[in-house]
C-alpha cells in the first residue's frame, strides 16, 4: 500500500498538498495567537472590501489573499518563485476572477515589480527576469513599460551571445595556436 503512495501523487501533487497543509497550519496558528485586543471589535476588525472579497470564506481566496499581504510586508513582490505575492494576487484571481483586493493588490505591486524586473536585467539574470516578466504579462500583457523591458531583455541577451561567442572564439584560438606550435 506504502509503495502505492508516491504514483499517486506525482511531484507537483505533493506541493500543491504541502502549500495547502502549510497554509492551514499558518491560519490555525493566526487564529489561535490572535487575540480580541488584535482585532478590536471581533470580526468587524475587516476592512469592508476584505469581508466583501473573501465572501465569508477562510480557505482558497482568502489564504491566497493573507500569502499576498505577507509577502508584500517581506518585501517579496515577484520573487523568489511560487512565493511572491504577485504569484498569490494571480492564484486568488484564479478562484474568484472579479476579486477587489487581489485585483487592486496587483495594480498597486505593478510598477514596483517592473523596477524589479529592470534591475534583474541591468544584473544580468535574464532567465530570472524572463519568469518576472511572464508574470507581470499575465496580469497586463498589453502594458508598454512590458514592452519597452521585453525590448531590453532581448537586447541583453544578444549582448550576453555575443559576449559568449567572443570567448568561444578567443579560447578557439587560443587552443589552435597551441596546438600548431613546434615542439621542442
Do not use: C, W
Amino acid at each position: 500500500m506504502s509503495r502505492a503512495f508516491p504514483a499517486a501523487f506525482p511531484r507537483r501533487g505533493l506541493l500543491v498538498v504541502s502549500i495547502a497543509l502549510f497554509a492551514a497550519a499558518a491560519i490555525a496558528a493566526y487564529a489561535f495567537l490572535r487575540t480580541p485586543a488584535m482585532d478590536g471589535a471581533g470580526v468587524q476588525a475587516k476592512g469592508p472590501a476584505e469581508a466583501a472579497s473573501s465572501g465569508g470564506q477562510d480557505s482558497g481566496v482568502g489564504i491566497m489573499l493573507g500569502l499576498a499581504r505577507s509577502a508584500v510586508d517581506e518585501k517579496r513582490l515577484i520573487a523568489p518563485a511560487g512565493a511572491n505575492a504577485f504569484e498569490f494576487y494571480l492564484s486568488a484571481l484564479q478562484l474568484e476572477p472579479d476579486n477587489a483586493t487581489a485585483t487592486a493588490g496587483l495594480h498597486e505591486l505593478f510598477e514596483p515589480a517592473a523596477d524589479d524586473v529592470e534591475r534583474a536585467i541591468n544584473d544580468n539574470h535574464l532567465d530570472e527576469a524572463q519568469r518576472e516578466l511572464s508574470l507581470l504579462r499575465e496580469f497586463d500583457g498589453t502594458n508598454y513599460k512590458l514592452a519597452l523591458l521585453g525590448g531590453k531583455l532581448d537586447a541583453q541577451r544578444q549582448i550576453q551571445v555575443r559576449e559568449d561567442e567572443a570567448r568561444a572564439a578567443v579560447i578557439q584560438s587560443q587552443a589552435t595556436s597551441s596546438s600548431s606550435a613546434p615542439a621542442q
